[in-house]
């Protein structure tokens, strides 16, 4: 499966995290304001990420949400919990998270609890704290629908890859081995 493809698939479960983070937080009071939406990510260091983040926050302005800047935490699970901080004093009613760490980002989970702010923990769940949903990915089908879709490139020209990584790990990279060579 193509990443874009991958990624438009986690960015429509992504709305459906933004539509229970509205349907969380709907008041009276907040029908008059706008929504304001945070949004919490480990890292940006691969396309794939960099287009998760992208279209998730496309969707939200399109469903009429105020959007924050998406805090980068650069891999470091401690600048994350500093950047839900900040989003939730940024004034963030809700917040998207992509734990770089499933138990350092606890610690912020029940910090935005401890404010009602609901937190929606995408691909990577916590092992621990609140939050309203995690929305995963199905990997076993991704991985079968490259599959099918390498197979049929299989009678073409081409370099094939091989995955590599612990079942179940969706931060691992996919790896070829050491001198391999096209088909």
Not at 149 to 175: K, S
Request: glycine residues 10%; charged residues 20%.
């Amino acid at each position: 499966m193509r990443e874009d493809t991958r990624a438009g698939l986690r960015a429509s479960a992504a709305g459906a995290a933004i539509l229970c983070l509205l349907g969380l937080q709907a008041t009276v009071a907040m029908a008059a304001d706008k929504y304001t939406l945070g949004y919490s990510v480990g890292f940006l260091a691969d396309p794939f990420q960099v287009i998760q983040v992208n279209r998730t926050v496309d969707e939200a302005k399109k469903a009429g949400l105020k959007t924050l800047p998406v805090a980068n935490a650069n891999g470091d699970p401690g600048k994350q919990i500093t950047d839900v901080h900040n989003l939730i004093a940024s004034g963030a009613q809700g917040i998207i998270v992509v734990a770089r760490d499933s138990d350092a980002i606890v610690p912020a989970l029940d910090f935005a609890a401890s404010k009602s702010v609901p937190v929606v923990s995408i691909d990577m769940g916590p092992n621990g704290g609140k939050a309203a949903m995690v929305v995963r990915a199905d990997n076993l089908r991704m991985g079968e629908d490259a599959c099918k879709q390498m197979g049929q490139g299989a009678r073409r020209q081409g370099y094939r890859a091989l995955a590599d990584g612990r079942p179940g790990d969706a931060q691992r990279p996919a790896t070829a081995p050491a001198g391999s060579t096209p088909a």
